[in-house]
Each structure stands twice: as C-alpha cells, then as structure tokens.
C-alpha cells in the first residue's frame, strides 16, 4: 500500500514516516500543499495523510481540489485544530477520518488500518485465494495452513494483488507501490518478487498479462 503523507513538521513526519514504513507501507511524504496537489495529480496513491496547517497551500484547500476528481482516496486529516467546527469542516469537505495532535502511533496505524480495508469493500478480517490466505492485521501469510515466510516487499506485493482479485496491475503500478518515489531500484526487481512468490506460494498463483502487468484472478 503507498501513503501520500503531507506534514510539515519535519519531526512529526520523519516518525510517521518511520512508524509506517516499518509496519511494510511504502510512505512518500511531502512538506507543503502545492507539491502535494501536483504529485496527487500525477500519481496513484492507496491513501493520504493530510495536515492542514500547510505552507504555500492549505490542507482544506488540497483536499477540496483533489474531492473534485477523485471522490474515493481515503484522506485521514492529522491537525491541531481540535475544535468541533474544524472537525465538521474537514469532514464535509470530504475527509474519511479525523484525528488530533498529539496522537499515539499505534493509533494512526489503527485508523489507516480500518481505512484501507473500508476501501477495498466489506471488511474482511483475512483475503484468501487458492489455500493462500493473508492476515493483514497481524501481517502474516499461509499456503495449505503453513506458514509462510515473506519479505516486506513480497508481503506487500502479494497483499496489493489479493486485496484487488480480477484487476490488471501495471508495472509501473505496482513499482510505485512496492517503491515510491525511492531510487536506486533495479529493472528487474518487480519480477524476483513475483518469481519469488510463485515459488514460495503456488506457480499459477500470480497470472502475467502479457503487455500490461499482473494479476491474481476472482474466485
């Protein structure tokens, strides 16, 4: 899953950033709200943590703009604006979720946690495919009840692909989700993942669409 995270309390966002990146999200952040409206233009992104005390472009505004053309990016406003008209206001401009500063870590990934999974759809506590079967929560994987060991990256990937059963992943997609805006990535790199997976899970497991990407198929 990639975050757009835009905070411009440079402390808050290096640990956000961290806490996130540790629990296997790829994490882009951003420190002002012009830069983020561009790269929310021009990129896919699972989900957006949103400060609103932005220089060169409030975060009311980014929000309002990106409501404009994308009515499902879940948006989690992080703010010390705690008033209950501040709340209402970045609720109705289509914010998913609110939370005040100061929070506890553990908190904000609880709440990105519930968002992602409200957007794929009904909540399901696990997504299973063909005996392979994927705890999001406790970030764990079996094949035929075995217990399977991934790498951050694979975990993602895989997860990615079953939480959206029957969709076509483009390479470029899913480098942006395993990656970012990271560098120094290898061409081939998204191609030892999948070998990888098939190898350690089942072969038909992940389909190639030749000329386009990847897919796990609908059950």
């Known amino acids: 899953m990639r975050i757009l995270l835009v905070e411009d309390e440079r402390g808050l966002g290096e640990g956000i950033r961290t806490g996130l990146k540790n629990e296997g999200y790829t994490v882009d952040w951003l420190e002002d709200g012009d830069s983020a409206l561009k790269a929310l233009q021009n990129e896919e992104f699972d989900l957006l943590v949103l400060d609103l005390g932005l220089p060169r472009l409030d975060g009311m505004t980014v929000l309002r703009q990106i409501r404009r053309n994308d009515a499902e990016l879940p948006v989690l406003i992080l ?9 209402i206001r970045g609720l109705d401009a289509g914010a998913d979720d609110y939370l ?4 506890d870590l553990n908190e904000l990934k609880a709440r990105i946690r519930a968002l992602l ?3 794929n759809g009904p909540s399901r506590l696990f997504l299973e495919h063909g005996g392979v079967r994927l705890d999001p929560v406790a970030r764990q994987v079996t094949y035929q009840e075995q217990s399977v060991n991934l790498t951050p990256r694979e975990y993602q990937l895989l997860h990615e692909l079953m939480a959206n059963p029957g969709k076509v992943f483009t390479r470029e997609r899913l480098m942006g989700v395993l990656y970012g805006w990271d560098e120094g990535v290898e061409s081939n790199t998204l191609e030892v993942h999948i070998y990888h ?3 350690k899970l089942r072969s038909d497991l992940i389909r190639t669409v030749r000329g386009i990407g990847y897919r796990i198929d609908a059950q």
């Open 79 to 87: 703010t010390a604006r705690d008033a209950t008209e501040d709340r």
């Open 100 to 103: 005040p500063k100061p929070f």
């Open 117 to 119: 999974r409200r957007r």
């Open 197 to 199: 997976l098939r190898k």
